[in-house]
């Protein structure tokens, strides 16, 4: 089981709205953000911070449409196969994300920032790839789960997101309390990061303003 976190809990003051319900393509950066990582997740954590009731309601909304509407037909199709198993989005709040996202004992954890909406299925699913073959190199067990690795994309020697993180390392993020945010926790806990060079510029570009 592959998890997905998305981040989703800034105070939005540039964009002037949350900007989980700000729109691209015709569609949330959430519901952007929450689909793309389905493409390689089960299950997908939504950490909300200010306001969390209202915006986790139109999440919902926006999904119940895209349902009704037919536009999650090849996610359905996937579950139905058996290629994604579960797929299931919880809601949480601030800290419990990562949490939340290791209680069903995942195989490896990407994390997502809300605002890089533009992050293609492709890269998440390198990601993803990428991750777990350096989880297999592991020579046993006990190594595996002691393995501290952190995958970083990177688009024209530009570092990006999302992240993909070992359980070892999304555990140990998880308790780091005294962390200033997600990058210094990593930078704190990893015993190895590795980059992914991609072609995709969205995992470079954070929209923090309507005009991004």
Known sequence: MIAGVLLAAGRSSRMGSPKALARAGGESFAARGIRGLWSACDRVVVVLGADAPRIRRAIE???????????????????????????????????????????????????????????????????????????????????????????????????????ALSPALARAVARDAAAANLSDAVRRNARLVGYLDVTDAGVVRNRNTPRD
């Open 61 to 163: 909304r926006e999904f119940e449409a895209l349902v009704g509407a037919g536009l999650l037909a090849r996610e359905l199709a996937h579950t139905r196969a058996g290629q994604n198993g579960h797929l299931e989005a919880a809601f949480v709040v601030n800290r419990a994300g990562l949490a939340a996202a290791l209680r069903g004992r995942p195989e490896a954890v990407l994390v997502l920032p809300v605002d890089h909406p533009g992050v293609g299925e492709r890269t998440i699913d390198d990601l993803t790839r990428v991750m777990l073959g350096a989880l297999a190199a592991c020579p046993n067990d006990a190594e595996r789960a002691r393995f501290s690795y952190a995958l970083v994309p990177r688009y024209r020697r530009h570092r990006g997101h999302p992240l």
